[in-house]
């Protein structure tokens, strides 16, 4: 598998991933892997079932973080317009988690706090990763890194295309206000 670094472009896309593991694992060990998923608008069930089996622990382990994830983004949304949040929003405790959501309530504009949570999630991922050895863990924590890489590569396109397009109309406005266009 290709190394995968914050902030480099992704080696193959989910899908091409997910094409290459069909191939040698079994439909079980695929579909689980398959459907590893960042999207924070998926189901999330606060009380997470333990698998009985090792297998099957990252997914158990990503449900729990994106719960205390969500839990503290609504918790300290909830605090600075001055509402007591209920216990049962729970709350993420990691170290990482908390002074993060902080600082993505506090950032200057939506995208880069988009960036700084996708950085949390990164970071716990690459904590995670290093405890599993070469298994269907691994593999399912590793498509996850893969879908944050992609996130971020649409992201920066589109910040690259808005800034270009507002660079291109301020010097067309330029040029037309002195009468070269």
Same mark, same amino acid.
């Given at each position: 598998?290709?190394?995968?670094?914050?902030?480099?472009?992704?080696?193959?896309?989910?899908?091409?991933?997910?094409?290459?593991?069909?191939?040698?694992?079994?439909?079980?060990?695929?579909?689980?892997?398959?459907?590893?998923?960042?999207? !924070? *608008?998926?189901? =999330?069930?606060?009380?997470? /079932?333990?698998?009985? +089996?090792?297998?099957?622990?990252?997914?158990?382990?990503?449900?729990?973080?994106?719960?205390?994830?969500?839990?503290?983004?609504?918790?300290?949304?909830?605090?600075?317009?001055?509402?007591?949040?209920?216990?049962?929003?729970?709350?993420?405790?990691?170290?990482?988690?908390?002074?993060?959501?902080r600082e993505a309530l506090n950032a200057p504009h939506p995208l880069a706090a988009e960036e700084?949570?996708?950085?949390?999630?990164?970071?716990? !991922? *690459?904590?995670? =990763?290093?405890?599993?050895? /070469?298994?269907?863990? +691994?593999?399912?924590?590793?498509?996850?890194?893969?879908?944050?890489?992609?996130?971020?590569?649409?992201?920066?396109?589109?910040?690259?295309?808005?800034?270009?397009?507002?660079?291109?109309?301020?010097?067309?406005?330029?040029?037309?206000?002195?009468?070269?266009?």
């Amino acid at each position: 598998m290709p190394m995968l670094r914050w902030g480099w472009k992704p080696p193959m896309s989910s899908q091409q991933f997910l094409e290459d593991c069909q191939y040698v694992m079994n439909i079980a060990d695929y579909h689980y892997v398959a459907g590893a998923s960042l999207l !924070l *608008e998926a189901p =999330i069930r606060v009380e997470t /079932a333990r698998p009985t +089996r090792r297998a099957g622990m990252a997914a158990a382990q990503w449900e729990e973080f994106r719960a205390g994830l969500q839990g503290g983004l609504a918790r300290q949304r909830a605090q600075a317009l001055g509402i007591e949040p209920p216990q049962s929003w729970g709350y993420s405790t990691t170290i990482y988690s908390y002074e993060g959501i902080r600082e993505a309530l506090n950032a200057p504009h939506p995208l880069a706090a988009e960036e700084i949570l996708d950085q949390l999630c990164w970071q716990w !991922l *690459e904590d995670m =990763i290093e405890r599993y050895p /070469a298994d269907v863990d +691994r593999l399912y924590l590793y498509h996850l890194q893969i879908q944050l890489l992609q996130r971020q590569h649409y992201l920066q396109e589109a910040i690259a295309e808005k800034y270009y397009e507002e660079s291109y109309q301020r010097v067309a406005r330029q040029l037309s206000e002195v009468g070269l266009t």
